[in-house]
């Protein structure tokens, strides 16, 4: 099984596998037909109180204490069994965000904490 992590902005690719949106908010500008979904699991997202934090002014200079927090979160959140499930279920998985930072968004948080668990 693999888990891979993409801009949901990217072109769509049948290599994505089940491809998953883990944003608690719908992309701006995506058009739902075009973002070829197969879950949309709003759940797994960070809360909007710790979305908000992070991304306002510069988060990248908060991105230790953001993962550490939204780690917090996942401990504690139901979702993440459900993801788990899709996981198995599947054997490529894509984990879908729409910010423009391919090196400080949740979604590579989120696949490390499903790898070490």
Same mark, same amino acid.
């Given at each position: 099984?693999?888990?891979?992590?993409?801009?949901?902005?990217?072109?769509?690719?049948?290599?994505?596998?089940?491809?998953?949106?883990?944003?608690?908010?719908?992309?701006?500008?995506?058009?739902?037909?075009?973002?070829?979904?197969?879950?949309?699991?709003?759940?797994?997202?960070?809360?909007?109180?710790?979305?908000?934090?992070?991304?306002?002014?510069?988060?990248?200079?908060?991105?230790?204490?953001?993962?550490?927090? $939204?780690?917090?979160?996942?401990?504690?959140?139901?979702?993440?069994?459900?993801?788990?499930? $899709?996981?198995?279920?599947?054997?490529?998985?894509?984990?879908?965000?729409?910010?423009?930072?391919?090196?400080?968004?949740?979604?590579?948080?989120?696949?490390?904490?499903?790898?070490?668990?």
């Amino acid at each position: 099984m693999s888990v891979h992590v993409k801009r949901i902005y990217e072109p769509f690719s049948k290599d994505d596998g089940f491809r998953i949106l883990v944003d608690r908010l719908w992309p701006r500008g995506m058009k739902k037909e075009d973002a070829h979904l197969d879950k949309w699991l709003k759940e797994v997202a960070p809360s909007t109180e710790l979305r908000q934090w992070f991304h306002n002014d510069n988060g990248t200079d908060k991105w230790e204490r953001f993962v550490k927090a $939204y780690r917090k979160e996942l401990k504690e959140s139901t979702a993440v069994e459900e993801l788990r499930s $899709y996981i198995k279920e599947h054997q490529v998985v894509t984990l879908l965000f729409a910010v423009k930072d391919d090196e400080h968004n949740h979604a590579l948080v989120l696949r490390e904490f499903i790898k070490e668990s």
